[in-house]
């Protein structure tokens, strides 16, 4: 049957009328997401669209420094864009004149593309390429929940729809800057308690509790002798892949003879390299937060537009300063492989890697800290290992690698060392 939406929109080369009519006759929706590289690269600059209350409030003190205060990069600022930028504020006039449908989106979540101000900021580029306040509005309701099937009980305030409401003070419709000014939002009719999240992010700067590898917990990890996937700290074992991104490859795991056994295989189908294997959360508070989807500040979030979640004020960090690395015992069919360690200063996807190179044969391998990199994909944030929250372990298929197929790797023991 075709497409029924163009996501990302057309950046390069004009769109000519054969495309608009073939859209329009076939009931293709145009989705241009601007603001992931438009609002990206003015929020790396001067004039960044996010430097407003609305997205300190939302957002919290830290996040919005990021995305607010002018500086930093996303592939979106890497180059030379200006001429294509143009070209896509036009493509979109000409789609919207020819009476294709049209939505709202961001890609929210990448890098300075935050959750919720995106969307206000994907309103002012649609108006910016000549569409009225009016027609972009419709566009991010009704004509949004129509491209998602769903404006039966969503996009518009009519009798017998679930009320998900957001009051403003002004008139969007001619001066769609207004949008900004948010009085009130409701979630299915109920009223989104403002402070009561103003709190959670007061909450949430002060920052988690550490515990000191050493003497608050052990440097050993894990050893497995116990014959179960719960680690020395409490927490446990888990397999990954990319099908959390919509990949195709799997992985599982399971603890024998004193070992823990992973098989997958690495499958084509996730756009930046298929990956799999095991990861550790060095938190239980963490893991606990993260399976219980009912609590009621989870629901408040959703009810905002959600947003990757910093670190609850219950969770737990490790400080592994007094340490040089990460030792491990390992085995596994002989492919690309890398090793990661997350922090909490790490709010976008450049967590901190190294390659790993393993064999048939059983092998202690160090991993300095000082190895580690940043994979470059987001914000640069300076090496410490004082904010740790957990680790991983993939094979992974390197950037213009057809490196695909089964693979299985055993790990004995895993701590962290200190040089002598």
Do not use: C
Not at 25 to 49: D, F
Not at 223 to 242: I, K, L
Not at 280 to 292: G, K, M, N, P
């Amino acid at each position: 049957h075709g497409a029924s939406v163009l996501a990302h929109g057309v950046f390069v080369g004009a769109v000519d009328d054969a495309l608009a009519s073939a859209m329009k006759t076939r009931g293709v929706a145009y989705v241009p997401t601007l603001s992931v590289v438009l609002g990206s690269k003015r929020a790396g600059s001067e004039r960044s669209p996010y430097a407003h209350e609305l997205t300190l409030g939302a957002l919290g003190a830290e996040l919005y420094e990021n995305v607010a205060s002018g500086h930093g990069s996303t592939w979106a600022t890497s180059g030379d864009f200006a001429a294509g930028d143009r070209q896509w504020l036009a493509n979109l006039k000409t789609l919207a004149d020819a009476g294709v449908l049209l939505g709202t989106g961001t890609d929210a979540g990448n890098p300075l593309t935050p959750h919720g101000p995106a969307l206000l900021e994907e309103l002012a580029l649609f108006v910016e390429a000549g569409l009225s306040p009016a027609r972009t509005l419709r566009a991010a309701t009704l004509d949004s929940a129509r491209i998602l099937g769903v404006e039966r009980d969503f996009g518009s305030l009519a009798p017998g729809k679930i009320a998900d409401v957001v009051v403003v003070r002004g008139e969007p419709s001619t001066t769609i800057s207004d949008v900004w000014n948010v009085v009130d939002v409701f979630k299915s009719g109920v009223p989104f308690d403002r402070a009561a999240h103003a709190r959670r992010l007061a909450a949430q700067a002060a920052g988690p509790a550490k515990a000191r590898v050493g003497s608050d917990v052990p440097a050993r990890i894990d050893d497995f002798d116990d014959g179960d996937v719960r680690s020395a700290y409490a927490t446990e074992w888990t397999a990954a892949s990319d099908t959390v991104a919509g990949g195709k490859s799997s992985a599982t795991i399971a603890v024998r003879d004193g070992v823990l056994r992973v098989d997958g295989e690495l499958r084509a189908g996730f756009a930046y390299g298929p990956f799999a294997g095991v990861a550790l959360r060095f938190d239980a508070t963490a893991e606990r937060v993260a399976d219980d989807d009912e609590r009621a500040a989870d629901d408040d979030e959703r009810a905002l537009g959600g947003g990757a979640r910093a670190a609850d004020p219950g969770e737990r960090v490790l400080d592994a300063g007094d340490y040089d690395g990460v030792r491990l015992r390992v085995r596994g069919t002989e492919r690309s492989w890398s090793f990661t360690l997350n922090r909490a200063a790490v709010k976008d996807f450049n967590g901190f890697a190294t390659s790993l190179e393993l064999g048939p044969e059983w092998k202690d391998v160090e991993i300095p800290f000082r190895t580690l990199q940043q994979l470059g994909v987001g914000k640069p944030v300076p090496w410490g290992a004082g904010d740790l929250v957990g680790l991983e372990i993939d094979a992974r298929v390197p950037w213009g690698s057809n490196e695909l197929g089964e693979f299985e790797f055993e790990l004995d023991w895993i701590e962290f060392y200190r040089t002598p």
